[in-house]
T-cell receptor, first 116, second 114 residues
Framework: DTEVTQTPKHLVMGMTNKKSLKCEQH?????MYWYKQKAKKPPELMFV???????INESVPSRFSPECPNSSLLNLHLHALQPEDSALYLC???????????????FGAGTRLSVL | AQSVTQPDIHITVSEGASLELRCNYS??????LFWYVQSPGQGLQLLLK??????LVQGIKGFEAEFKRSQSSFNLRKPSVHWSDAAEYFC????????????FGTGTSLTVIP
């Protein structure tokens, strides 16, 4: 099973709302990632968690708050977003060691977020 | 710094024709290279990967890619394109010195005409 599950598939929120995106994998992967993807653009890395600890934060605004409560679950908490934050948010996971261990990233189908 | 270039923003081919998507990378050491495909509104699916060894790698859905160190290229090929291959294709390089990070190219959008 190489499945990364993201919920919800679609989300519409106002600029004053608080919402969360969820990502789950049961492959035993210990690295998990959040990417943001605008239309016709490549994914942009936001955060990397390695062994449930935040290892990379690509200067993402604080209105995005990641959380990794356990090795299978990754959340992205959203608050006071702007319309320009509308995008496809992708989650990925990889086995321990990531690229250093020649491992690949497995992607979920994404959450399509619209901020009104 | 690592970078990936996909020179072709958009390619149109006829069904049954051959396909080659170009990818050039810039990286100081031996790169780990990947091709991913993304159908509209979907996540990314791995087509194939190169870590070392044989420079011609086979992937899923009949795709192959060839690593050419002298040209810093990792071009994706398919001998006969099917209508279902219409999608966005991303080349990516994995960077050893930055741990788990991938660097994606800007993507090539493939249209297949009957």
């Amino acid at each position: 099973d190489t499945e990364v599950t993201q919920t919800p598939k679609h989300l519409v929120m106002g600029m004053t709302n608080k919402k969360s995106l969820k990502c789950e994998q049961h492959m035993g992967h210990r690295a998990m990632y959040w990417y943001k993807q605008k239309a016709k653009k490549p994914p942009e890395l936001m955060f990397v968690y390695s062994y449930e600890k935040l290892s990379i934060n690509e200067s993402v605004p604080s209105r995005f708050s990641p959380e990794c409560p356990n090795s299978s679950l990754l959340n992205l908490h959203l608050h006071a977003l702007q319309p320009e934050d509308s995008a496809l948010y992708l989650c990925a996971s990889s086995p321990p060691g990531g690229v250093l261990a020649k491992n690949i990233q497995y992607f979920g189908a994404g959450t399509r977020l619209s901020v009104l | 710094a690592q970078s990936v270039t996909q020179p072709d923003i958009h390619i149109t081919v006829s069904e049954g024709a051959s396909l080659e998507l170009r990818c050039n990378y810039s990286y100081g050491a031996t790169p780990y290279l990947f091709w991913y495909v993304q159908s509209p509104g979907q996540g990314l699916q791995l087509l194939l990967k190169y870590f070392s060894g044989d420079t011609l790698v086979q992937g899923i859905k009949g795709f192959e890619a060839e690593f050419k160190r002298s040209q810093s290229s990792f071009n994706l090929r398919k001998p006969s394109v099917h209508w279902s291959d219409a999608a966005e294709y991303f080349c990516a390089v994995g960077a050893i010195n930055t741990g788990n990070q991938f660097y994606f190219g800007t993507g090539t959008s493939l249209t297949v005409i009957p």
